[in-house]
Structures are given as structure tokens and as C-alpha cells.
């Protein structure tokens, strides 16, 4: 599914954002638009130069070894079935890869941290090392976890540029979170950040 091209231009400064920029973790139940979704994964990993592939974070030697899913409820974004979706940077388009709302299963597996299911969406920040690994080895597992958090923090600004918050949760099952999100068993889970309006 194609997505709405992003907006190069924003309504608030990036120092407004860096300032306001706050981990939340109370959200209420109002939908996202299939914009803001739009716009929140090309902040995360969306091509940023003409006829190119550099992307919206920085990766050691632009091997970009990320994937990038997300958890949608029902009713949580226009005209978009609930499920989980994978965002393909290449043509800022996404595929539906599971059906059926899993936020609450995601807070299970995030050992009981139920606050996350309350959240519109989530989104899942994932490594496969081995692209990045056949040029750099071990130490390559490093960078992956420094782009995790690049990717991070684009996502909170973003989220805080278009009026929204988002939480971020390190601490869950990595194979429960797999299984519930039905992703390719290779794509390690680094991160998951529940994005929403604050409650």
C-alpha cells in the first residue's frame, strides 16, 4: 500500500521539539491519521535524497540493517484494517504482514506494561546484523543498536512535531514479541514506541 508523501516542512522548529520532548506513558484512544503514520515512518527510515537511498537516520557505512513495523489497533488509523505492518523504505509504501490488533499481546510480552496498549499504534525498531555484520563483524551489532537509537529519537520528534508523544520500551520477551508480531524470526527486536496523543 502506497503511502502520502511526507512534508518537508513543519509548523514547529526542531528546537521546539528537542525542548518539549517528554517519554510518555498514558495515551488516549483517538485515531491517527494514514498521514501521520506516513509521516512518522519516513522520519524513522524514509529516503531523503532525489533518485538516491540514503535515509532519514544515519548507518554505518549505509548498510541500513533496520526494519521498521507496526502494530495498528482497531480503529486506530483511517481506512487501515487492524494488524501489523512492514514499511518498505525504497517506495515509501508498507505491507500488511499480520492481521488483527496485537497491542495487547505486545504489552503482555513487554512483561505486563499494559499502559502501551492504550496507544493508537506501535512501532517495532528491528536489527538483522547480518547485513551489517558482513562488513564491520561483531562490532557491527554495535552500530545497529547506535542506528536503533538514531531512529528513536527521529520518531519522538516527529511525534512531538505534529502534536502527538510517544513512550519507548526496551524491556520485553524478544521471542514473545516475534511470535505476536508475526515477523521474520532474523529481525532482532531493539525497540518499541507506542505513539498516540497523551491522555
Known sequence: MQLPDPKLDGDVSLERTIHQRRTIRSFNSKALTLRQLSQLLWAAQGITESGGFKRAAPSAGALYPMDIYVAVGGDSIEKLVPGVYRYEPANHSFSLTQEGDVRRDIAIASLGQMWMAYAPITLLITAEYSRIMI????????????????????????????????GIVGAFEDEKVIQVMGITKTHEPLLLMPVGYKK
Not at 149 to 160: A, E
Open 135 to 166: 562488513k564491520y563483524g561483531k562490532r557491527g551489532v554495535r552500530y545497529a543498536m547506535m542506528e536503533a537509537g538514531h531512529i528513536g529519537q527521529n520518531i519522538f520528534l516527529q511525534s512531538q512535531a505534529m502534536g502527538m508523544e510517544a
